[in-house]
């Protein structure tokens, strides 16, 4: 059946068949807005998250939009900027399922753009006029094919990092230069080619020095990793400050601010509140720069986890005004200048299509966790962008499609069975998921493991296995079929019957 598109652009003169001839083709089109009309009012719309960890999933036309109502939101992925406006809405790209199984995609090829479905339309915004890539046809294909344009107006942008051992999911904020000696110990003979050093190390959110826990100092602990023949690789948070930093009590005009010139408050973690920093200001400017010659140039770090970017792209006032996440592209754009190309940068919590052609990985997910969803959440407020092997899995899968234009991160697998709740199915599949990236990571210290879990680990980061996609979910791993659909937060397909128990 052919859809009946009808693309209301000014200007394109166009009966319908010759339109969808040419949607086909994948086509560009220009201007502020865009709206497209088409036949399916209760098909399911592709919604995608503003950041790393907001949720990306197939969801109903006709079912109410979701949204997290908490003081955190904004840590939880959405984009006050959306405050009311209508129906699903989504960030740069948007589609919608046809009958007959193809989908109409809209995709914005900029920056600040959102995209939304309501009733039979699906709609695209941006603040400047920019060009906007519509296409119809099976879902893979137009979506490799969108990212194939970004990546040529933004960049494209793959390394890959190879092996990689992380503190964070074993020890979070408990962590000391002595205990990172001890896991770098623990270590030999294993085939990792990264070590990194995540939350725990610093002073404070936005005073990046290291903490008393950390006597040795920052030069001192990379060489020990370079030692064992290993890439130092660190985890920092630049463009925040928490609200009791040196930074934010000395520098308050550096931070995004309200009309009142009050800061915002980008988000809560760390006992408080924090800000975002305005990369438009040019001692902001000037400190990021320092800080990158610092921990690259002098401390000698060459891996670099930057976390929480999303909060230099929140709504609010900057020295300059050219758009928000414009603002958080020049300021990514600096870091990259100063630290070189030979440093691997890995985004982390950061706005997804502005992180393109800067940085050379990103999560395209929420965080792991021991603990597949927790239960509160599920039962009351479905927040898929907090820590949950189900989460991360779900939203990761539904972004695969970026893998051609940046190297994706799925965040850590895990293969112990202490201090997990995991089921043994559930952490293969999550495991599965980062063969299919080819992004390898664990944070299991080996003297967690037993015997066999140590063997399942050796041969995660040994094998590299063939990978075959079948479908949205599905894929063949060296021939054996991995399905993801268990993991999937997406509305099932139009069926009157299913009401209750199924996520909204
Ligand atoms: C370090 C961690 C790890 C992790 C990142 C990021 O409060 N929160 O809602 C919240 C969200 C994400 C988060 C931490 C706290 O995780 O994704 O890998 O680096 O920061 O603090």
Not at 309 to 321: K, N
Not at 393 to 402: E, G, I, K, P, Y
Request: with cysteine; net charge negative.
């Amino acid at each position: 059946m052919t859809p009946a598109v009808e693309l209301l652009t000014p200007d394109l003169g166009l009966r319908d068949g010759e339109l969808v001839d040419r949607l086909r083709r994948g086509w560009v089109v220009h201007g502020p807005q865009v709206r497209l009309v088409h036949p399916c009012p209760d098909a399911r719309y592709y919604q995608h998250g503003w950041h790393s960890w907001s949720p990306a999933r197939w969801v109903r036309i006709d079912r109410p939009p979701h949204r997290v109502e908490h003081q955190d939101r904004r840590l939880q992925g959405w984009d006050p900027g959306l405050d009311g406006a209508d129906g699903h809405v989504s960030h740069w790209v948007g589609a919608v399922e046809l009958p007959g199984g193809e989908i109409l995609l809209l995709g914005a090829l900029g920056v600040d753009a959102h995209v939304g479905a309501s009733g039979d339309h699906l709609w695209g915004r941006s603040e400047l006029a920019l060009d906007w890539y519509v296409a119809i046809g099976p879902a893979q294909e137009v979506f490799e094919d969108y990212a194939a344009r970004l990546g040529e107006r933004l960049g494209s942008r793959t390394d890959d990092p190879g092996t990689l051992w992380c503190t964070w999911y074993s020890f979070g904020l408990d962590l000391s230069g002595e205990r990172v000696l001890d896991v770098l110990g623990q270590l030999d003979g294993w085939p990792f080619d990264v070590f990194l050093v995540d939350d725990g190390w610093e002073v404070g959110v936005g005073d990046w020095e290291p903490n008393h826990r950390f006597p040795e100092g920052m030069t001192a602990l990379a060489d020990e990793v370079r030692a064992t023949g290993r890439r130092p690789g660190l985890w920092l948070a630049p463009l925040i400050a928490h609200e009791n930093s040196e930074l934010a009590r000395r520098h308050p005009d550096w931070l995004v601010t309200d009309a009142a010139g009050d800061p915002m408050v980008a988000g809560h973690n760390w006992g408080g509140r924090y800000h975002g920093l305005d990369t438009t200001h040019p001692a902001v400017r000037e400190h990021l720069v320092a800080l990158m010659r610092r921990v690259v140039h002098e401390w000698g770090w060459t891996y670099l986890k930057l976390d929480f970017l999303y909060a230099a792209a929140i709504p609010g006032w900057r020295h300059a005004d050219d758009g928000r996440e414009a603002a958080y592209r020049s300021g990514i754009e600096l870091i990259r200048e100063t630290v070189g190309d030979d440093v691997h940068l890995n985004a982390c919590g950061a706005p997804i299509i502005p992180s393109l052609g800067v940085f050379d990985s990103l999560r395209i997910g929420p965080d792991v966790h021991p603990v597949w969803e927790d239960d509160f959440n599920a039962r009351y407020i479905q927040d898929y962008a907090a820590p949950g092997t189900r989460y991360a899995v779900s939203t990761s899968v539904a972004r695969l499609w970026l893998s051609d234009v940046i190297t994706v991160d799925p965040d850590v697998a895990y293969f112990r069975t202490r201090y997990n709740l995991l089921r043994p199915d559930q952490r293969r599949l999550l495991a599965d998921l980062c063969r299919i990236t080819g992004f390898l990571a664990t944070s299991d210290p080996p003297d967690w493991l037993d015997p066999e879990e140590a063997t399942q680990l050796r041969d995660f980061l040994t094998q590299r296995p063939t990978v075959e996609r079948l479908d949205w979910h599905r894929f063949e791993l060296d021939g054996r079929l991995v399905d993801f659909s268990a993991a999937s937060l997406d509305h099932p397909v139009a069926d009157p019957w299913v009401t209750s128990g199924v996520h909204v």
